[in-house]
C-alpha cells in the first residue's frame, strides 16, 4: 500500500466534496469568475467530473499494484482533465 497515494486520493474526495456540494469555486484557480456563466455547474463538473474520480482512481492504484501502473495513472488524469475543460469550454464560458 502506497500511503502517499492513498493521502493524495483522500485530500481530492475532500476538494470534490468543497467544490461539488459546498460550491466552493475559490479552490479552482486560474479562471475568470466573469466569464462563467453558471459557477454552480462549474462547481459541479469539476467537483464529480473531476476531483472525485482522480481521487477514487488515487486510492484505488493505493492498494492495487501492477505494470505500468504510473502510465495508466497519467492517462486517466488526462482524459479526465480533457474532457472537463472541453466541457467548460463548450458550455459554460461566455
Known sequence: MEIGLFVIGICMLLV?????????????????????RNKSLLGTVVGVGFFLPL????????FIEYAYEKTVLISAMLVLLT??????????LD
Do not use: D, M, P
Not at 466534496?17 to 466573469?34: C, D, H, M, P, R
Not at 474532457?83 to 459554460?92: D, G
Open 83 to 92: 474532457s472537463v475543460y472541453v466541457f467548460i469550454n463548450r458550455k459554460l
Open 55 to 62: 481521487g477514487l482512481i488515487l486510492i484505488l492504484h493505493s
Open 16 to 36: 470534490s466534496y468543497l467544490v461539488a456540494i459546498k460550491k466552493q469555486t475559490w479552490l479552482l484557480s486560474g479562471f475568470n469568475e466573469k466569464n462563467i
